[in-house]
């Protein structure tokens, strides 16, 4: 089993920058895309970034390319989702999610989440 945290979340004025984390422990596995993932409310979970195992390969909803980064650290734990010029419509619960295989968009091809976090854009 693989455990997932995510961490980084808070409160940010229009314009701001938060840098969200995702820490994996439990069972190690190799080719393993990693994706966040955004839930707003009344809304359906949405695909916001996505990195291949390797890291050659990015995912960006249009939404937020060019505003947000996603990457790893070299020991392939961590996942980060640097976000810059937040808008009030970012306001979202946070996920990420990882499957084993290629970085795809469906939430529902992904195998393991944590249990979110928090942003809030403030207009």
């Known amino acids: 089993q693989v455990q997932l945290l995510e961490s980084g979340g808070g409160l940010v004025q229009a314009g701001g920058s938060l840098r969200l984390s995702c820490a994996a422990s439990?069972?190690?596995?190799?080719?393993?895309?990693m994706g966040w993932f955004r839930q707003g409310p009344g809304n359906d979970r949405e695909f916001v970034a996505g990195?291949?195992?390797?890291?050659?390969?990015?995912l960006y909803a249009d939404s937020v390319k060019d505003r947000f980064t996603i990457s790893r650290d070299n020991n392939k734990i961590t996942v980060y989702l640097e976000m810059n010029s937040l808008k009030p419509e970012d306001t979202a619960v946070y996920y990420c999610a990882a499957r084993v295989g290629l970085v795809v968009r469906q939430p529902n091809r992904y195998d393991y989440w944590g249990q979110g976090t928090q942003v809030t854009v403030s207009s």
């Open positions: 990195l291949s195992w390797s890291g050659s390969r990015t």
């Open positions: 439990g069972r190690t596995f190799s080719n393993s895309a």
